[in-house]
């Protein structure tokens, strides 16, 4: 995801004076001076500044600059959550694209349990992987007075801006399964690299070198660039070149009416490679077992395939796929124990845990055969 220019400035100039760097009644770098720092226009450096007087943050005066406000004029806006103990709703929002998985299922099932512990109450909303209806959400569950925010973030090209600005204004929130790229915000995550890496390594230890890599589109998501970089971590490790026409990264995120979609874009691909001997599936990984299956390829005999995610009963599917786990009970104790700290204290530092998968092995993948895949219909 990117975060636009105007917010980095904003979180820039935030920092330097939430770390003291610039105190009270003192002036902050000219409009010039922040533009050439950040290679943008005057008009970005603007919109940032703007926002920080509306806030109340900075005020300018005219011919001589912006300066910083004084504390008690910003302190409200900084901390909008800064609420006593009594005024409390224990009520913490829980915000997921879909319940449609065991990965948050099981995830927030924990979560509701231990935020039980410690006296609160769970709100659960669904955004149908919509960033509109992400936004809706967040303020009406901000108007409910909820002490905190855990949010699985809808895929999009770019941060949604409703967290961003909670974020700056050090609201507690934390982010699962994704993470801001230079901004700090609160976050838990699988190591989506090493994990890739770790899968990746398993099919080059099996002899493979022609490896496939299958995903949904990349770009804005933390969790899937970090794979692709995983996956080419361990094929530079191992010396074997990255071939970008075995990358096919834009299927449709797992539902049953992209089935047919997906389906035929993989047989597209397998048909268009039939030297590849295995694939790393970044996601949607039953949906390409079963396209590869119905295109007559022998799993793992014609081609080996290991998946991220694990899936309910996968054991019992009619090739259970080897995997990389995600410790979803370890990520929900991580979140939770972020988030009680955050709200009691929230002028602390914020946070990116990495929480390490496991590699499960199956029957989908096998050690390479030497001939191609040119039989396959």
Known sequence: MRVPFYMQIRQYIMDHIQQGKWKPNDKIPSENELAEKFQVSRITVKK?????????IIYRIQGRGSFVAKKEDSEHIIYPNNVSQQNSSKLIACIIP????????????EIE?????????????????????ETQILKEVLRLGVDGLIIYPAEGETYNEEILKLTIEKFPLVLIDRYFR???????????????YEAT????????????????????????????????????????????????LDLHLTLEEHDHINKDKIKNFLSNHRDITALFLVNNGLTVIEAA??????????????????????????????????????????????????IENPLQKRQQIFVPPKLIVRSSTDVCQTSTNQHVD
């Open 48 to 56: 940032a500044l703007d926002a920080l007087v509306e806030e109340g």
């Open 98 to 109: 879909r319940l449609n998985s065991q990965f948050i299922t099981i995830m927030m099932s």
């Open 113 to 133: 349990e231990l935020l039980a512990q410690h006296g609160y109450r769970v709100i659960l909303c669904q955004t149908y992987d919509s960033q509109q209806l």
């Open 182 to 196: 230079g901004i700090g915000a609160n976050s838990v995550c699988t190591d989506n690299v090493l994990g890739a």
């Open 201 to 248: 390594k398993h099919l080059l230890e099996l002899g493979h070198t022609k490896i496939g890599i299958v995903s949904s589109i990349p770009e804005g998501t933390t969790s899937i660039e970090d794979r692709i970089k995983g996956f080419e971590k361990a094929l530079t490790e191992y010396n074997i070149p990255i071939d970008h026409r075995l990358y096919l």
């Open 293 to 342: 299956l119905e295109m007559g390829y022998t799993i793992p005999q014609d081609l080996s395939m290991i998946m991220f995610d694990d899936y309910e009963f996968s054991h019992l599917h009619k090739v259970p796929p080897t995997c990389i786990r995600q410790q979803e009970t370890l990520l929900a104790q991580e979140a939770v124990k972020l988030m009680i700290s955050t």
